[in-house]
Structure formats: structure tokens, C-alpha cells
Nanobody, 120 residues
Framework: QVQLVESGGGLVQPGGSLRLSCAAS????????MGWYRRAPGKQRELVAV???????NYADSVKGRFTISRDGAKNTVYLQMNSLKPEDTAVYYC??????????????WGQGTQVTVSS
């Protein structure tokens, strides 16, 4: 069984910064891509950033230049540094990881979500 536990959300003023963390634990043989998604009120879930086990990172256009995704392979942890936050960044942020647990194939796993609110 695999668990993804997120932390770091909260309330911040416009222009401020937050750092989200997500640690994967459990029966993990290998972790492929890790990423962050978000769902704003009344909107569909969207990709924010993804970082493969090897290769280039990918960002939504709306966060390029402001957000940075990184990972610690030894800890199976992914981070999202969010700078210059805007009210439109307000959403529930979900961690995602593609993990092989030794069964047939890699599978998608999700965190429980962490609220980020940008407001003055």
C-alpha cells in the first residue's frame, strides 16, 4: 500500500510564497514521474507541474517563472516552491506520483490535497 502525504498549504498574501511538500511511503519499488495538480473552486483539476524521474520538468503556462518543482529521490518526496502568488492560484493542490509497487505495472497515486489561499 502506498500513501502520499502533503504539507505546506495555507493562507498567504498576494506576492507571497509557499512551499508544498509531498512524501510517498509504503511498498515502493520505483517512482516514475511526480507532480502537482490543483482544483480551483468551480473549475476542473489542472496540471501545475510535473517532474519525471529523469528529464525535463514541465509547467502550466500560468505558473512558469513563479513556481519551481523539485524532488528528492532518496526520500520519494516532491516539492513545489510557489513565489509571487496571485489570488488566481487559490486552489486545493494535489500531489501525484506514478509508482511501481512490484505488481504488474506502474500506477497513479494521489495525495489528499492541501488548501492554498492567496488573499489580502
Amino acid at each position: 500500500q502506498v500513501q502520499l502525504v502533503e504539507s505546506g498549504g495555507g493562507l498567504v498574501q498576494p506576492g507571497g510564497s509557499l512551499r508544498l511538500s509531498c512524501a510517498a511511503s509504503g511498498s515502493i519499488f520505483s517512482v516514475n514521474a511526480m507532480g502537482w495538480y490543483r482544483r480551483a473552486p468551480g473549475k476542473q483539476r489542472e496540471l501545475v507541474a510535473v517532474i519525471p524521474s529523469g528529464g525535463n520538468t514541465n509547467y502550466a503556462d500560468s505558473v512558469k517563472g513563479r513556481f519551481t518543482i523539485s524532488r528528492d529521490g532518496a526520500k520519494n518526496t516532491v516539492y513545489l516552491q510557489m513565489n509571487s502568488l496571485k489570488p488566481e492560484d487559490t486552489a486545493v493542490y494535489y500531489c501525484n506520483a506514478v509508482i511501481w509497487t512490484g505488481t504488474l505495472a506502474y500506477a497513479n497515486y494521489w495525495g489528499q490535497g492541501t488548501q492554498v489561499t492567496v488573499s489580502s
